[in-house]
């Protein structure tokens, strides 16, 4: 079992909808990182949060850090936001180096 | 500062042949990560420094990788003998680490694309 899972691996929806992709962990973190990644390969940083819940424009990234879950939300959805989305955990004894989800795809039709 | 700068972007070889992928960080971060990304999966770590210390390296990482960091600045990650099992994206990324025990955002660089023929 991986230790970082998210779901859904593949997400198709129409524009503007209401989109959540989520995150499970079961190791001790330090913090846990949302992350974009488009073709070609380049991968930003969205979020990176340890307790809470955070907002930037139509995204919002929530913790459950008793449950080791996170989710990611997007509203209003556009097809520019069409990407790849990762969860990453900085792991307490790993020198903050991430452990990484498998991504989720996202695609947003017209 | 531009941020994270890989090179070459793009890598084809044929087996055998050495490789090498340089990275130029963000000129005031002191930690430096790699990374390699197999197509539909996530990032694996590989390796990382701190200043010109490389200070964990990941099993994946064979005899045939070596990475280096000589002054604290830019890093270069070599692979001999290059094997088709090898074809895969090579991420960068940098950090300003503080000496704190929190995490610290990653900028990332755009990837170096190797396929091994």
């Known amino acids: 079992k991986n230790e970082v899972e998210q779901s859904p691996q593949n997400l198709t929806a129409q524009e503007g909808e209401f989109i959540t992709i989520n995150c499970s962990y079961s190791?001790?973190?330090?913090?846990l990182h949302w992350l974009q990644q488009h073709p070609g390969g380049g991968i930003v940083s969205l979020f990176m949060?340890?307790?809470g819940k955070k907002k930037h424009g139509r995204l919002i990234a929530t913790i459950n850090i008793q449950e080791k879950h996170s989710s990611l939300h997007i509203t209003a959805s556009h097809p520019r936001d069409s990407a790849v989305y990762i969860c990453?955990?900085?792991?307490?004894?790993?020198?903050?180096?991430?452990?990484f989800g498998q991504g989720t795809r996202l695609t947003i039709n017209p | 500062d531009t941020g994270v700068s890989q090179d070459p972007r793009h890598k084809i070889t044929k087996r055998g042949q050495n490789v090498t992928f340089r990275c130029d960080p963000i000129?005031?971060?002191?930690?430096l990560y790699w990374y390699r990304q197999t197509l539909g999966q996530g990032p694996e770590f590989l390796t990382y420094?701190?200043?010109?210390?490389?200070?964990?390296k990941s099993r994946l990482l064979s005899d045939r990788f070596s990475a280096e960091r000589p002054k604290g600045s830019f890093s270069t990650l070599e692979i001999q003998r290059t094997e088709q099992g090898d074809s895969a994206m090579y991420l960068c990324?940098?950090?300003?680490?503080?000496?704190?025990?929190?995490?610290?955002?990653?900028?990332f660089g755009a990837g170096s694309r190797l396929t091994v023929l």
């Open positions: 990324a940098s950090s300003f680490y503080r000496g704190n025990s929190g995490a610290n955002v990653l900028t």
């Open positions: 949060l340890s307790s």
């Open positions: 000129s005031e971060h002191n930690r």
């Open positions: 990453a955990v900085s792991i307490i004894q790993g020198a903050q180096k991430l452990v």
């Open positions: 420094f701190q200043n010109e210390a490389q200070l964990e």
């Open positions: 190791v001790g973190i330090s913090a």
